[in-house]
């Protein structure tokens, strides 16, 4: 099956700085990318997604680029707020017809 | 649209007990999918159901199953419960499946005694 490697685990980041996660996949036939965004105590949110036939989208302070070739994925936030504190996962969806989601990296941006 | 729900939001139980848990997709949505968040293993798909019938399945044992109803609502099931199944199980909705945006409801938080 498809595997999904996310890292860093954890990241810290003072406040208006940028922060960047980069994710990892291993079937070639994946072609949806999603991004959630999974604050303490409540419910992944999508945040950004991007399709195998784009190579970056952005969304205001969010972008997300992929690369095809290398078979990666990263998600850029830029000037970092506090509220953007929380866990961010990527997730791959392909041949196989199932989401296999990274293992998270917690995000702390320090005021 | 109201959001997606999951009933009951926390249980306890014991091992060997069995457990069923309920999820209501958002209005219009026929695709419902359930993930097991664990602190060890991420979010790791268990299965997937679209106009009541399992159209992809995690590697997950057979004492986790589900259904689908008429509705769209969706229940699953765990028997012979183990302390490695305490987790949180959350569902998620979207209109027809595949790469269609899922939306999560807030999840379960089952503990195995």
């Known amino acids: 099956g498809e595997n999904v490697e996310q890292h860093p685990s954890t990241l810290s980041v003072q406040e208006g700085d940028s922060a960047v996660i980069k994710c990892t996949y291993s079937?070639?036939?994946?072609?949806?990318f999603p991004w959630y965004k999974q604050e303490l105590g409540k419910r992944p949110q999508l945040i950004i997604d991007?399709?195998?036939?784009?190579g970056e989208k952005k969304d205001q302070r969010i972008a997300v680029t992929l690369n095809k070739t290398a078979k990666h994925f990263s998600l850029h936030i830029t000037e970092t707020q506090p509220e953007d504190s929380a866990v961010y996962f990527c997730?791959?969806?392909?041949?196989?017809?199932?989401?296999?989601f990274g293992s998270g990296t917690k995000l702390n941006v320090k005021p | 649209k109201a959001g997606v729900t999951q009933t009951p939001r926390y249980l306890i139980k014991t091992r060997g007990q069995q457990v069923t848990l309920s999820c209501s997709p958002i209005?219009?949505?026929?695709?419902v999918s359930w993930y097991q968040q664990t602190p060890g293993q991420g979010l790791q798909f268990l299965f997937e159901?679209?106009?009541?019938?399992?159209?992809n399945k995690g590697n997950f044992p057979g004492r986790f199953s589900g259904r689908q109803f008429s509705n769209s609502r969706s229940e699953m099931n765990v028997s012979t419960l183990e302390l490695g199944d305490s987790a949180l199980y959350l569902c998620?909705?979207?209109?027809?499946?595949?790469?269609?945006?899922?939306?999560f409801g807030p999840g379960t938080r089952l503990t195995v005694l």
């Open positions: 998620a909705s979207s209109l027809e499946g595949e790469t269609d945006t899922q939306y």
């Open positions: 079937d070639s036939a994946s072609n949806y």
């Open positions: 991007i399709r195998s036939n784009v």
């Open positions: 997730a791959a969806y392909g041949n196989f017809n199932k989401f296999y």
């Open positions: 209005s219009g949505h026929r695709s």
């Open positions: 159901y679209f106009s009541e019938t399992q159209r």
